[in-house]
Nanobody, 123 residues
């Protein structure tokens, strides 16, 4: 069982940066694939980024590629999402998620979710 708690959201102007953190409980954090997803008002949840157990491989949605960076520190049981050059369309609630089996882009492949953190980008 993994419990996830996101932090770091807030209000930022377009072009600014934020770093989200997701702290995980449990001693098996390093055995989970981790992902970030987001959901904007009136829209479906969408994949943002994912990272393998070791952090050796990452992948991103096309909409954030080149602007966002996912990373993890297994010693701190934490995964990060560095978001640069933020745009108003990045406004959403951001969720981190953990998967024991799948390195996927679908939310259905992730078993554990945090409560979410709001990111608002003003124009």
């Amino acid at each position: 069982q993994v419990q996830l708690v996101e932090s770091g959201g807030g209000l930022v102007q377009a072009g600014g940066s934020l770093r989200l953190s997701c702290a995980a409980s449990g001693r098996t954090f390093s055995s989970y694939f981790m992902g970030w997803f987001r959901q904007a008002p009136g829209k479906e949840r969408e994949f943002v980024a994912k990272i393998t157990w070791s952090g050796g491989s990452t992948d991103y949605a096309d909409s954030v590629k080149g602007r966002f960076t996912i990373s993890r520190d297994n010693a701190k049981n934490t995964v990060y999402l560095q978001m640069n050059n933020l745009k108003p369309e990045d406004t959403a609630v951001y969720y981190c998620a953990a998967s024991r089996l799948y390195y996927g882009d679908s939310g259905a492949q992730y078993q554990y979710w945090g409560q979410g953190t709001q990111v608002t980008v003003s124009s």
